[in-house]
């Protein structure tokens, strides 16, 4: 069994992970650290957990987490700076759901967090935890950068045109909708049900700090720099991200067609287990990921225009963030990809 401790186990990703990991067949729960919980049973603040863990929170010790097998940091950012070396350095690996190691440059880090970066000489081995795309380093990580939620919906959605050179030099648009538990758990004006309902807004149109991230991923798949305007929006549901992916290519219409493109996509992720190519002409729905680790995707393209538009969507506490989290430690150990990770989608 792998013997699993989590930092910062009192958000909706620390309590979507304990959901997972409870009925993960290979693991057993060691740790679960909250300074301001100390001594409360996980149970007790979230009561789906009842009958399923008798764990307390307790103060993160590096010692505790150390004599882990992976420690999963589900911590506001840079809180893993300060800790995740002496764990590593314990022998545990590390999972780290935050932004702290997923961009490469630290000044540009500092750039979008507004604090210096306190584990730089930890960035180099960091790996991007998208398995998409990086799953041979993945097995051989000690240290995981968990994608966002809006980076993951995003990048599987443009990577396999980008990996084919299919979209020459332009803006690429990402218009991207998430629901209201990408904000956090803690009480903020802005969450409350009286200002998200029946009300859709877009916000952090400057700039958002998942964008570099995207531009970073983007950019490895194109081989070159890509350009991206990126607007998130807040809608008023609990749960998921829809992203609607705008890209021309008038200089290839006449080699493209939406039959064609269908068979990029589906070709290109036909061996990946968190991936649903949809039939042509489909629209997929946020509903159909909902609590699940699926990213299902569908790909249109006009003729006349050259236009292509790539829906998304994703789950972002699953597929977003914990349970993709979930799928890199699978890969991390040798297990199968979907261990715990089998659950269907919740209809309605």
């Not at 995207?214 to 749960?239: N, S, W, Y």
Request: hydrophobic share 40%; glycine share 10%; with cysteine.
């Amino acid at each position: 069994m792998i013997k699993v401790g989590i930092v910062g186990g009192t958000g909706y990703t620390g309590v979507e992970l304990l959901r997972i990991l409870v009925n993960h067949p290979n693991v057993e729960l060691s740790v679960i650290t909250s300074r301001s919980e100390e001594g409360v049973p996980v149970a007790d603040m979230f009561p789906n957990l009842r009958g399923h863990t008798d764990l307390r929170f307790s103060v993160p010790s590096a010692e505790a987490l150390g004599a882990c097998d992976v420690v999963f940091f589900a911590t506001p950012h840079g809180v893993a700076h300060a800790l995740a070396e002496e764990v590593l350095n314990a022998g545990a690996k590390v999972i780290d759901l935050s932004a702290d190691f997923r961009l490469q440059d630290a000044v540009e880090w500092e750039k979008w967090y507004n604090q210096p970066h306190g584990a730089v000489s930890l960035l180099p081995e960091a790996v991007y935890g998208l398995p998409e795309v990086n799953r041979e380093q993945i097995k051989q990580a000690r240290l995981i950068a968990v994608p966002g939620c809006y980076p993951t919906s995003v990048q599987l959605g443009l990577i396999p045109l980008l990996e084919k050179g299919l979209l020459p030099k332009q803006t690429l648009i990402a218009d991207c909708k998430s629901g209201v538990s990408g904000a956090g758990r803690g009480a903020k004006v802005g969450s409350l049900l009286c200002e998200t309902s029946e009300s859709m807004m877009a916000y952090a149109v400057p700039g958002h700090r998942h964008l570099p991230e995207i531009k970073q991923g983007l950019t490895r798949a194109a081989g070159e720099p890509v350009d991206l305007t990126f607007v998130p929006h807040l809608t008023p549901m609990i749960r998921g991200i829809h992203s609607t992916l705008y890209a021309q290519a008038p200089d290839l219409t006449d080699n493209l067609s939406g039959q064609t493109l269908q068979q990029l996509f589906e070709a290109r992720y036909a061996n990946e287990p968190f991936v649903d190519v949809m039939p042509e002409g489909s629209h997929p729905a946020t509903r159909s990921v909902k609590g699940s680790n699926m990213c299902r995707l569908s790909v249109h393209h006009n003729a006349d225009t050259g236009q292509i538009v790539v829906l998304s969507v994703i789950d972002n506490l699953v597929k977003g963030a914990s349970g993709q989290a979930v799928q890199n430690m699978n890969i991390m150990f040798g297990l199968e990809e979907d261990a715990g990770l089998k659950q269907v989608a919740l209809l309605p």
